[in-house]
């Protein structure tokens, strides 16, 4: 017993004289606003600033500290010295949860700071898109002498229609809507694209909402190919698709069309899908 509470003593004596180290001298930054900055102008066309940036991927002097979601605060650890960051913005690839990942469309904000530790600093986070960006098709169905990208698919039962304001996403929208003698409605680009096959970065940017599963998909030389499915959304969503499957999978194609189709089924009759700000992107 003696021996035992002796060993006890010696153990609390060990804990009680334990170094700590302490924690590393930080301050916060906390991203006031995330905003995408696109550049519209009589030479450059970008499109929508809508975006759904989730979160972001940080580096301090170079090393990856984390992810962090849009609207939380971020530790920078500095000793009170002077630090580079690097702020990288991240998406739900696909709309998906579980597969966040940096966007590679747009540049990373960069820049120097010295701020006392313990501090919290706000600012807005306004992220560009990239110099090497290709927009190939833009779409946002506002009234044009050229007339629209997209159209009314052959094996389509209904054409398109504009939404109503109530409806509408910003400015005019387009409408696809079935009823009970419709059982496929379908729109595709009125041409077709040369895409990168083998290559990960080949994206939809999308403004939607639909009543039914909405598929989006590729038409290439003989055949479509579907490259995502849509799940029903009363209210207008922004996202991400990445089409690079669809585009490199067999049967490969010089240029492929993109579609977006909705079909009449028992379980869910009478569908529509409402559509705004298409662009399809790659590097």
């Not at 010696?10 to 991203?31: G, R, V």
């Not at 066309?45 to 170079?62: C, E, H, M, P, R």
């Not at 003698?181 to 909402?209: F, M």
């Amino acid at each position: 017993m003696k021996l035992f509470l002796l060993s006890f003593v010696n153990l609390l004596l060990l804990i009680s004289c334990k170094k700590y180290k302490p924690a590393e001298a930080a301050f916060f930054l906390k991203p006031s606003n995330t905003t995408v900055a696109p550049i519209n102008n009589n030479t450059i066309q970008q499109g929508t600033a809508s975006n759904k940036i989730t979160d972001l991927f940080l580096y301090v002097n170079g090393k990856f500290q984390g992810v962090y979601p849009v609207g939380n605060l971020m530790p920078i650890i500095n000793k009170n010295q002077n630090v580079t960051i690097d702020v990288f913005p991240g998406i739900k690839n696909n709309g998906i949860n579980g597969t966040r990942v940096p966007y590679p469309f747009l540049d990373h904000l960069s820049f120097d700071t010295l701020v006392e530790s313990g501090k919290t600093i706000e600012r807005t986070f306004a992220f560009k898109y990239g110099p090497g960006v290709n927009f190939d098709l833009m779409e946002n169905f506002e009234l044009s002498n050229n007339g629209y990208k997209i159209k009314r698919s052959p094996g389509s039962a209904v054409d398109y229609t504009f939404a109503s304001p109530g409806d509408s996403f910003e400015g005019r929208s387009l409408q696809v809507a079935l009823t009970s003698t419709a059982d496929i409605g379908q729109v595709e680009s009125t041409i077709a694209y040369s895409l990168p096959a083998g290559s990960s970065n080949v994206y939809l940017e999308l403004n939607y909402k639909c009543s039914g599963y909405l598929i989006v998909g590729l038409i290439g030389d003989i055949s479509e190919k579907e490259a995502f499915i849509l799940n029903p959304q009363d209210s207008w969503n922004k996202t991400y698709i990445q089409l690079s499957n669809a585009v490199s999978n067999t049967p490969v194609s010089d240029a492929y069309k993109l579609y977006f189709k909705i079909v009449n089924t028992s379980e869910n009759p009478d569908p529509k899908f409402f559509l705004d700000n298409i662009k399809l992107l790659h590097l």
